[in-house]
């Protein structure tokens, strides 16, 4: 791709593309990631629909506008070239302000705030901050701590041990799913916590998904926690 040679170049890119990206962004950050964040693909053909989408937009409410800041004068001097600081103003406000306010205001909300048959009308607005999400595991999992976690790998081996609240590493979407436990423990052959691995600084499990993985409630007594009932041989809880 090549870069803009001219400034016509360049405001064709910021009308065609960066809107979009700019939309696609705040909403992801307002929502959470989708399915379609997936697929770059995907993602780029949003973001020019929705640009074209804006592009419309503003022609049909600033077009003659537009057009005077585009038109040269009778020296042959475009608009913008006479009044760069409102071209630059406008530039910014078209490929950043609007799609930021648009896309905050299409992920506003409303929910009833009272039961009762008399108020069923009245409504507050919120803004959810990522709720939407790819799987359970990136919804759920990078906010499970300050407690214990264990691991049925795919080689049928059984890793597991402590994560604090501030410690713990869990990677979810785009990234591959991985766990980094900072307080690994040593593990029997049926899944029960045995002792703290000496001198460890951390354990790194990357998980493929072929893995089970049980987060348990750090127990009040000292005994750690074991899994629930399950055959000798080791089989995923």
Not at 62 to 76: D, H, R, S, V
Not at 83 to 89: D, K, S, T
Not at 94 to 101: D, E, H, N, R, S
Not at 188 to 193: L, M, R
């Amino acid at each position: 791709m090549n870069l803009p040679q001219t400034v016509a170049q360049f405001f064709v890119l910021l009308l065609l593309v960066v809107p979009g990206i700019t939309f696609i962004a705040v909403r992801r950050t307002l929502r959470g990631p989708g399915a379609d964040d997936k697929d770059f693909s995907a993602r780029l053909a949003n973001a020019i629909a929705v640009s074209i989408a804006f592009a419309c937009l503003y022609a049909l409410c600033l077009g003659p506008w537009l057009i005077e800041l585009w038109t040269k004068n009778a020296q042959g001097v475009p608009g913008y070239v006479r009044r760069p600081q409102l071209a630059a103003l406008t530039a910014a406000g078209l490929a950043f302000a609007v799609p930021i306010g648009v896309a905050a205001i299409c992920n506003l909300r409303v929910r009833r705030v009272a039961p009762n048959r008399w108020v069923r009308d009245l409504r507050v607005v919120r803004l959810p901050m990522g709720y939407a999400a790819p799987s359970a595991w990136d919804a759920r999992a990078s906010s499970r701590a300050d407690c214990f976690i264990r691991i049925y790998t795919a080689d049928s081996m059984w890793v597991g041990g402590y994560i604090p609240g501030n410690a713990g590493f869990i990677a979810t979407h785009p990234q591959p799913r991985d766990i980094f436990i900072p307080e690994p423990w040593k593990m029997n052959a049926n899944g029960e916590f045995v002792d703290p691995v000496e001198n460890s600084i951390g354990l790194y499990v990357p998980l493929t998904g072929a893995e089970r993985v049980e987060w348990v409630a750090e127990p009040e007594g000292e005994e750690a926690p074991r899994p629930p009932d399950q055959p000798a041989d080791g089989a995923s809880s």
